[in-house]
């Protein structure tokens, strides 16, 4: 435990932290902008003329305003697509390490943010959110056990809050950027869309600044190097306690063979009903609603 609390914040470490944190600024910025963009004229003119002529309308309520199946398809589609890349990313992040699989969520965001900024018609328009999505789902999956593994014990809770701190600083962000591209006629939206490629390219260049983290190469049974990355991000070389431990925990990882069926025993179920509840209750308060549509 000695060579843990030893061990340094060093400049190399601190950008690890802040360049994997833009993958929680790149989905906080995507939450912002959307509904930002949903409520432009140029874009409701553009893609959802009929939402267009509701908004317009002198008795319209917001209700009927977003009734429309397209336009929430617009919306929902970078999370279905969230939702099913990140299952394609846990394995990734096993097989290929987490680095690649950052630099991969990079990539699909990157990609989402040029098709959707230059959409002609609806289908680039929703195959841009796809791409989003998959970003999405790759980077969510990914950061957070990045963050986790590289962080030293004593400091983990702090770089966990990381991710979600550039969330919230990316929702912020989009808030102000669609309130000045509201002004700009009459491409402002594309520009809004477009900007998303900002996080996305700070993301691909800093992966591959950062390292693969020690846990992901010595389970991919690439000991060697796993110790030199830990020394690394360590900034010391004395790390065999360290080094020992996350070699006992990958080999029992191992030993798992079905890590869900671990799910359903006694002691499993009280946590996992308590993160299902918290997610639950999180999307009753409404917050998505507000920040979609509001």
Same mark, same amino acid.
């Given at each position: ?9 060093? +400049? @190399? ?15 906080? @910025? ?38 429309? !199946?397209? &336009? $929430? ?6 999370? %279905? ?20 699989? +950052? ?11 040029? %098709? ?48 979600? &701190? ?26 809004? %869309? ?8 700070? %993301? ?13 190469? +010595? ?5 060697? !190097?796993?110790?030199?990355? &830990? ?11 360290? @080094? ?7 080999? $029992? ?29 999180? $999307? ?8 979609? @549509?509001?």
């Amino acid at each position: 435990m000695a060579e843990k609390n030893n061990s340094k914040i060093t +400049i @190399y470490v601190l950008s690890c932290w802040i360049f994997a944190a833009f993958g929680g600024l790149m989905f906080g @910025y995507d939450i912002g902008i959307s509904g930002g963009v949903s409520g432009m004229d140029d874009f409701l003119k553009k893609f959802f003329p009929q939402v267009y002529e509701r908004k317009s309308h002198a008795k319209e309520n917001n209700y009927c305003k977003y009734d429309d !199946q397209l &336009l $929430q398809l617009f919306t929902s589609s970078l999370y %279905l697509s969230a939702l099913v890349a990140s299952f394609f990313a846990s394995k990734a992040a096993t097989k290929f390490g987490r680095r690649p699989t +950052i630099c991969m969520a990079s990539i699909f965001f990157l990609a989402g943010a040029v %098709l959707s900024a230059a959409a002609k018609n609806k289908l680039m328009l929703i195959f841009g959110r796809i791409l989003f999505g998959i970003g999405v789902g790759f980077g969510n999956e990914t950061v957070p056990l990045f963050l986790t593994e590289v962080a030293p014990i004593q400091h983990r809770g702090a770089v966990n809050i990381l991710f979600q &701190l550039f969330v919230t600083i990316g929702i912020f962000i989009a808030n102000l950027v669609n309130y000045g591209t509201s002004m700009i006629h009459p491409h402002g939206w594309r520009l809004s %869309l477009g900007f998303a490629a900002v996080p996305a390219i700070v %993301l691909l260049v800093g992966s591959f600044v950062i390292t693969d983290t020690p846990s992901s190469l +010595i389970e991919r049974g690439k000991d060697e !190097q796993g110790k030199a990355a &830990l020394k690394k991000i360590r900034g010391v070389n004395d790390v065999e306690v360290e @080094y020992q431990e996350i070699v006992a925990a990958c080999e $029992q990882a191992k030993l798992v063979k079905h890590p869900f069926r671990n799910l359903a025993k006694a002691a499993s179920i009280p946590p996992l009903v308590i993160a299902i509840l918290l997610q639950i209750f999180q $999307q009753f308060t409404g917050i998505n609603a507000i920040m979609f @549509y509001a």
